[in-house]
Each structure stands twice: as structure tokens, then as C-alpha cells.
């Protein structure tokens, strides 16, 4: 029934990409990219959302390119529309976070945001996702952190549970002939040059999340043909990115929530310590951990959750997205009710969402471009210069990355080129885009990478985690920048304040 609403990739090249030199083919013929890649046109993956209309295929490329006759990938590739009747001819291509979510199943989120108002929306699955396979999820992985939810966060034994759901998951792929050191933002970007020359399109533009910017800024790096403008949400810079580099944000992000209670007169009576409870529980946690039970939506039974220091830690990234009752749920816990929290952290992990999430693909990445260039020394020292007062044991685990030096073991891949670590120099026109809550991705960021990229526009919205995109604002400033870059509109920036604090009584 789907197959039968969407039109053929040659009607839409025809109609939405006009302006667009022609790469057009019909259903079923190949478009040559180079001697090694192709695109197909095909039916749309299973992968493709409900209601959603567009125009599919696949990219041939090879899963190594210094084996151009090895093993080949088919990535999954969606055209969406523009919902404007006569759309400029210069696309939009959408590069998801992660690594490891898959792009096709982010398509409905991005059209609600307007990003196709009067663009066509170019949706690859990166190589390993779930919509290209062979993909790299690992629901061993997911189930472990289903059960990681009752465990002590920072513990060693918590760690080596870990280790064995990676070694599980890489022994499993290997076994299938995965390549497992084929999976990394080089190849990636690669993929995405050989995209834009396979659609016959002149010249597109870039939006991406998260870890999509540190892609988005290798690409630009190695690709920068046909890029007319480039948007970061939220930056990753592959010149820092390190485990110990999560810390920068998660204190950004704290300093900036605790300071935005501290600026609201009900906030600072009610709360008047709220940094100083916080890092005062994280010590006493780690220390002497809270379990208790709660109930989640979705969950047949109590959930058994355990908090601990560096649960405490990584419950405030999830906090940050939904910040209004930070303040409430850290007296309470400091008070001897754990619930607010206990609930929020044990819904970060639900079932029911194993072997989605490419987590081998974070894996391939991380332990080939990231932890390679960081000492273990070199890690716990930014953490404790963000917070020279928490644990060791605390600051020994990279936020939202714990156990990731021993999971790189078990995984096996080889360091990547040092090149992959060039800052990237060049006069693209860029929109760096950032909240001030952002414990992900800190808005420092964004301003670091727009040091070296001249016609670059930095944007921070006061109060707004991660993924700007997902503001009124933000996706405003987005839209316009497309209109526009040399000169976004960002008046509405202004006008954008931290949520107001709940306050309970006494």
C-alpha cells in the first residue's frame, strides 16, 4: 500500500530537483559514481515511517575503499519532498546523530520541524544503521542497559557485564563477515560525496545533530564539492572529541541550569544551594548508593533502579531535555525521596527497543577516532577540572561513555589515521547552532569550531538542550539560514529564556 503512494525517483528528480543538473534515472537503472559506487532507485525500506512520502533507492559503495572489488553496502536513501509547490533546486541532506540512529527513522521528526518547507530533503542511512544493512545494533548491548538500570553505575563488576555484551556482539557480526573497521566517519563521508555525485545534484546543503557534525565537518573537510551551506546542531569537533571531552559539557550545562534557578527569585529561595546539593549528593551516592522501585510507563512491574554517583551524573543529561523540575527532583533526592528521579532515569532505558540503535557503529567510531587519542590519565584530569570535588570512581567514567577504554579492547579495531583529527579549515557557509542547557554537545563548542570556519554564524539559545532544531527558535533560525546564510535571521534569539522552575512548597 506505501509503495503505491510514493512516486518513482525519476519523477521526483524530474519535478522537486528541476533545478538541479540532471541525474535523473527510471526505476531500476543505475547511476555510476567514480568506478566504485552506484545508485540504484528502488522501493523505500521497511525502515521508512508510516505516512511518509518519498522516493527511495540505495547507494552501492564498497565497505572498504582501499578494497574497491571487496564486499559492497547498499545504504538506504529517502527523497522527501519539499512541502512547498516550486522548491529551490538546492536540497537539504540530513546527517543523524549517535552514531548509530538511523536517518530514515528521523525522517517524520525533521518534517515536523519544517526542514523541508520549500527544500527537498535528502535521507541516507549511514553505513551500519538499521536501514542499511549489514546493521551494526547489538541488542546484547540494549539488554545490558535495560539491566544496568539496577546496578551500581560505576562499579567494576557493572563494567565487565558490559564488556561481555560488546564481546557478544562483536563476536556475532564477525562471525557474519562484518568489517568491523569499515564502519567510521571517513568512509562516511565518502559515502555522502558519492551520494550528491550519484543524484546528478549540483550543489546541496548540510544539516546535521550531534554526532552528525563531526561528520558533517569531516565531510567538509575531505568532500567539500557541491556544499553550499552547512548546518551544526549541536557540535562534535573530530579535532577534541574524546571521552574526558564529555565533561566540558555536562559543566557547562550544570553552571548554566544551576544558574538559571539561581537568576528566577523563587527558584533561588526555594533552592538557594542547588549546585552544592547536587555535588554533594553525587559524593554521598557513590558512596552510599539508593535502590529503590518504581513504576514506568510501559513496564509490567515495579522496576528495581539503583542510584549511585555517577548515576546521578548521567540522569542529569537526561534531565537537561526536560529541565523544569531539575531543581524539585534534587531537593527531593537530597530529602530522602529518590522517586522523581529513580523514574526519570529508569525511562531512559525502556524494552522493546533492542537491535534499533546501532551500537556497533558508536563503537567502530568511538574506539577508532576517539579513544585512541586520550590517556586514560588524560581523561580523569578533564573531569576533574570540570569537577574537582566528585569521586574518582565518578570521574573515572566519561559521561555517558562508561567502560568505554575496556569495551574498545573487547571491540578490536585499529586507531584511525591521525588526519582524522584535523580541525577543519574552510569558507563554507555555516550556521554552528547550540543550547545553553546542552550537557551533550556544550555550546563552547560551537564557538570553538567557528574559529576556523570563516563564513561561520554562531547561535546559542539560553535554556535549550540538545537538538536546537527541535526549538521554534531554533528551527526558525535554521530555515532562515538556508534562505539565507550569509545573514540568518536571529532576532527570535533574544526572546528564547530558560523554563520557569517548579517550586514546591515547604
Known amino acids: 500500500m506505501r509503495a503505491a503512494k510514493l512516486t518513482?525517483?525519476?519523477?521526483?528528480?524530474?519535478?522537486?530537483?528541476?533545478?538541479?543538473?540532471?541525474?535523473?534515472?527510471?526505476?531500476?537503472?543505475?547511476?555510476?559514481t567514480g568506478h566504485t559506487s552506484r545508485f540504484v532507485p528502488g522501493p523505500c525500506p521497511p525502515t521508512l515511517p508510516h505516512g511518509v512520502r518519498a522516493s527511495c533507492g540505495y547507494l552501492v559503495v564498497p565497505q572498504d575503499r582501499t578494497r574497491p572489488d571487496g564486499r559492497k553496502l547498499r545504504l538506504a536513501v529517502a527523497i522527501v519532498p519539499s512541502q512547498s509547490p516550486g522548491p529551490h533546486g538546492d536540497p537539504i541532506v540530513f546527517l543523524p546523530g549517535g552514531p548509530g540512529q538511523d536517518a530514515i527513522s528521523d525522517i517524520p521528526v525533521l518534517t515536523e520541524t519544517g526542514l523541508n518547507r520549500d527544500r527537498d530533503l535528502v535521507v541516507m542511512s549511514q553505513r551500519g544503521t538499521l536501514s542499511s544493512p549489514p546493521a551494526l545494533t547489538c541488542p546484547e548491548i540494549d539488554r545490558f542497559y535495560q539491566q544496568r538500570i539496577g546496578l551500581r553505575y560505576d562499579a567494576p563488576s557493572t563494567g565487565?557485564?558490559?564488556?561481555?555484551?560488546?564481546?557478544?556482539?562483536?563476536?556475532?557480526?564477525?562471525?557474519?563477515?562484518?568489517d568491523l573497521a569499515a564502519y567510521n566517519s571517513t568512509e562516511s563521508a565518502a559515502d555522502?560525496?558519492?551520494?550528491?555525485?550519484?543524484?546528478?545534484?549540483?550543489?546541496?546543503?548540510?544539516?546535521?545533530?550531534?554526532?552528525?557534525?563531526?561528520?558533517?565537518?569531516?565531510?567538509?573537510?575531505?568532500?567539500?564539492?557541491?556544499?553550499?551551506?552547512?548546518?551544526?546542531?549541536?557540535?562534535?569537533?573530530?579535532?577534541?572529541?574524546?571521552?574526558?571531552w564529555t565533561w566540558s559539557s555536562v559543566k557547562e550545562s550544570f553552571d548554566n541550569m544551576t544558574g538559571a534557578c539561581a537568576a528566577q527569585p523563587a527558584c533561588r529561595r526555594r533552592y538557594p544551594q542547588l549546585a552544592a546539593v547536587f555535588t554533594h549528593l553525587v559524593s554521598r551516592l557513590e558512596a552510599h548508593p539508593v535502590t529503590t522501585r518504581v513504576t514506568v510507563p510501559g513496564v509490567?512491574?515495579?522496576?528495581?533502579?539503583?542510584?549511585?554517583?555517577?548515576?546521578?551524573?548521567?540522569?542529569?543529561?537526561?534531565?537537561?531535555?526536560?529541565?523544569?523540575?531539575?531543581?524539585?527532583?534534587?531537593?527531593?533526592?537530597?530529602?530522602?525521596?529518590?522517586?522523581l528521579v529513580a523514574e526519570q532515569w529508569a525511562s531512559t532505558r525502556l524494552p522493546g527497543s533492542e537491535g534499533i540503535f546501532a551500537h556497533g557503529l558508536s563503537l567502530s567510531v568511538w574506539c577508532s577516532e576517539w579513544v585512541p587519542f586520550e590517556t586514560a590519565r588524560e581523561q580523569l584530569t578533564a573531569g576533574l577540572r570540570a569537577f574537582p570535588t566528585f569521586p574518582t570512581s565518578v570521574l573515572a567514567q566519561a559521561p555517558q561513555l562508561a567502560f568505554l577504554r575496556q569495551a574498545c579492547r573487547a571491540w578490536d579495531v585499529p586507531a584511525a589515521d591521525p588526519s582524522i583529527r584535523a580541525v577543519t579549515r574552510s569558507t563554507i557557509p555555516t550556521l554552528a547552532i547550540s543550547g545553553s542547557f546542552d550537557a551533550q554537545t556544550g555550546a563552547v563548542w560551537g564557538r570553538y569550531a567557528a574559529l576556523t570556519l570563516r563564513n561561520s554564524t554562531v547561535v546559542t539559545l539560553a535554556g535549550v538542550a540538545h537538538g536546537v532544531i527541535f526549538n521554534p527558535c531554533g528551527s526558525h533560525v535554521i530555515t532562515s539560514f538556508y534562505e539565507r546564510p550569509e545573514a540568518p535571521d536571529t532576532r527570535c534569539v533574544a526572546s528564547v529564556r530558560p523554563v520557569r522552575f517548579v517550586i514546591a512548597p515547604r
Not at 565487565?160 to 562484518?178: K, M, N, P, T, W
Open 8 to 32: 518513482v525517483l525519476a519523477g521526483l528528480l524530474a519535478t522537486t530537483l528541476a533545478a538541479v543538473p540532471s541525474g535523473a534515472a527510471a526505476e531500476g537503472s543505475v547511476v555510476r
Open 160 to 178: 565487565r557485564l558490559y564488556v561481555q555484551a560488546v564481546s557478544a556482539c562483536r563476536d556475532r557480526l564477525a562471525a557474519e563477515g562484518v
Open 192 to 244: 555522502l560525496a558519492d551520494l550528491r555525485t550519484a543524484l546528478g545534484i549540483r550543489e546541496w546543503n548540510v544539516f546535521s545533530h550531534s554526532y552528525g557534525t563531526e561528520l558533517a565537518l569531516t565531510y567538509m573537510r575531505r568532500h567539500p564539492q557541491g556544499i553550499r551551506s552547512v548546518t551544526l546542531d549541536g557540535v562534535v569537533p573530530p579535532s577534541v572529541a574524546t571521552p574526558g
Open 300 to 339: 509490567v512491574g515495579p522496576v528495581r533502579v539503583v542510584l549511585d554517583g555517577g548515576a546521578l551524573v548521567n540522569w542529569m543529561i537526561r534531565a537537561s531535555h526536560t529541565p523544569a523540575d531539575f531543581p524539585l527532583a534534587v531537593d527531593e533526592l537530597a530529602h530522602g525521596n529518590p522517586q
